[in-house]
């Protein structure tokens, strides 16, 4: 079993900074990747950043130049540091692990609120 806890969502004001951290525990096979969705009301959940092998990085075009994802390895935590915040970033972030054993297992935190007011 492996639980992602996810922390660092906020009330902030447009132009403003935040910090998300995730911690990911319990059995945990070969991280395939490490990942930041999001979802705001009434839309679908969307990819903001992954990082996977060799810290490779991937980002939607919405986020790219304003928002960084980084990981430490050793911990097993993923960060999420995003700058320049918008109104329209405002949504709840969720944490994605996925690894590989015998399958695939993906994995998901409970989210963590981020609102950006104008």
């Known amino acids: 079993q492996v639980q992602l806890v996810e922390s660092g969502g906020a009330l902030v004001q447009s132009g403003g900074s935040l910090r998300l951290s995730c911690a990911a525990s319990?059995?945990?096979?070969?991280?395939?990747?490490m990942g930041w969705y999001r979802q705001a009301p009434g839309e679908q959940r969307e990819m903001v950043a992954e990082?996977?092998?060799?810290?490779?990085?991937t980002y939607a075009d919405a986020v790219k130049g304003r928002f960084t994802i980084s990981r430490d390895h050793a911990k097993n935590m993923v960060f999420l540091q995003m700058n320049r915040l918008k109104p329209d970033d405002t949504g709840v972030y969720y944490c994605?692990?996925?690894?590989?054993?015998?399958?695939?297992?993906?994995?998901w935190g409970q989210g963590t609120q981020v609102t950006v007011s104008s």
């Open positions: 994605n692990l996925l690894a590989v054993g015998n399958e695939v297992y993906n994995y």
């Open positions: 319990g059995r945990i096979f070969t991280i395939d990747r």
């Open positions: 990082i996977a092998a060799r810290d490779k990085t």
